[in-house]
């Protein structure tokens, strides 16, 4: 099955600093990479996703890059606000309804003033 | 539009008993997913129900049992609940073969005393 590996597990910033997560994943097979962002007590919302006929993907402060050759993805977030605290999962999955989404082990983000 | 509701946000139950937590998908949406996640941890995927069949389950024992009903809401059934069934449960909801695109609900906590 799909493993994905994310990393760092934590990762602190100053606010207007940019942020980048990175996962790799081991099916080759896999087609679609979102990201979620989960605030503290709260259920992870999607934020961004890419599909493996794109190499980039942007949506204003937030990117996310594939490589589908060396089996990673990155998640940018540029001029960090302290409300982009948060932890962020990666996940990869083949499109289709016989798949599921298989996550990483996610990144806690710290935005310092 | 309404996005993914699950009842109970908390509930408390004593080892040994059931616990059993009930999910409604956006409209439209025919698959639902649950997840775990334990505490300071990744997510963990528990089942996937599609058009009312189990279509897919992750590495839980069989007391972790659930079930979608004609309208597509579903439940989760915990039997003979351990301590380490703590968690936040997760029910997620997507359309059906259009790239996995999940959307998460705010979950319910689950403490097992």
């Known amino acids: 099955g799909e493993n994905v590996e994310q990393h760092p597990s934590t990762l602190s910033v100053q606010e207007g600093d940019s942020a980048v997560i990175k996962c790799t994943y081991s099916?080759?097979?896999?087609?679609?990479f979102p990201w979620y962002k989960q605030e503290l007590g709260k259920g992870p919302q999607l934020i961004i996703d890419?599909?493996?006929?794109?190499g980039e993907k942007k949506d204003q402060r937030i990117a996310v890059t594939l490589n589908k050759t060396a089996k990673h993805f990155s998640l940018h977030i540029t001029e960090t606000q302290p409300e982009d605290s948060a932890v962020y999962f990666c996940?990869?999955?083949?499109?289709?309804?016989?798949?599921?989404?298989?996550f990483g082990t996610g990144t806690r983000l710290q935005v310092t003033l | 539009e309404a996005g993914v509701t699950q009842s109970p946000t908390h509930l408390i139950k004593t080892r040994g008993q059931q616990a059993t937590l009930r999910c409604s998908p956006i409209?439209?949406?025919?698959?639902v997913y649950w997840y775990q996640q334990a505490l300071g941890l990744g997510l963990q995927f528990l089942l996937w129900y599609d058009e009312g069949e189990e279509r897919n389950r992750g590495n839980f024992p069989p007391r972790f049992s659930g079930r979608q009903f004609p309208n597509y809401s579903s439940e989760l059934n915990v039997n003979a609940l351990e301590l380490e069934d703590s968690a936040l449960y997760l029910c997620?909801?997507?359309?059906?073969?259009?790239?996995?695109?999940?959307?998460f609900g705010e979950g319910s906590w689950l403490t097992v005393v």
């Open positions: 997620a909801s997507s359309q059906r073969g259009v790239g996995n695109t999940i959307y």
């Open positions: 996940a990869a999955s083949r499109s289709g309804t016989a798949s599921k989404l298989t």
């Open positions: 409209s439209g949406h025919t698959s």
């Open positions: 890419i599909r493996s006929n794109v």
């Open positions: 099916d080759s097979a896999s087609n679609y």
